[in-house]
């Protein structure tokens, strides 16, 4: 699967999920529901990050392999936990509902992704 197809489910899995959920939400505050969304938006941008550096690093070495994921993964760490202080802190969004629409999301996006990369590369662990 391409990148730009993989972002196209990513984000239609991420909205069509939100049209479901969102209206569940308490309408007051309505910082819940941002929250949500921003915490839904992170995990999608962090998994196609991580799907492109995968991507990217497949036909090379294992060096470069290694390098662009396990950097990428800290990377990626470091750039979410810094944007979860800045909309909690900076901003004043509800934690609670954008913890666990990051959290939920991102396991949600990590099965797909492996479940990508693993049919991408014939399906056989052994």
């Known amino acids: 699967m391409t990148l730009w197809r993989y972002a196209l489910v990513v984000t239609t899995l991420l909205f069509g999920s939100m049209a ?19 915490g839904g938006l992170l995990a999608g941008v962090n998994t196609v990050a ?44 509800p934690g609670l509902p954008l913890a666990v629409s990051l959290l939920s999301y991102f396991v949600l996006f990590l099965v797909f992704e492996l479940a990508q990369l693993h049919s991408t590369r014939g399906g056989s662990a052994s």
């Open 20 to 38: 479901l959920v969102l209206p569940l939400l308490p309408s007051r505050p309505a910082s819940a529901r941002v929250a949500a969304l921003t």
């Open 50 to 93: 991580a799907y492109g550096l995968a991507s990217w690093s497949r036909e090379r070495s294992a060096s470069v392999f290694l390098g662009a994921v396990l950097g990428g993964m800290v990377g990626r760490m470091g750039l979410l936990l810094g944007a979860v202080f800045f909309f909690i802190l900076g901003v004043g969004m």
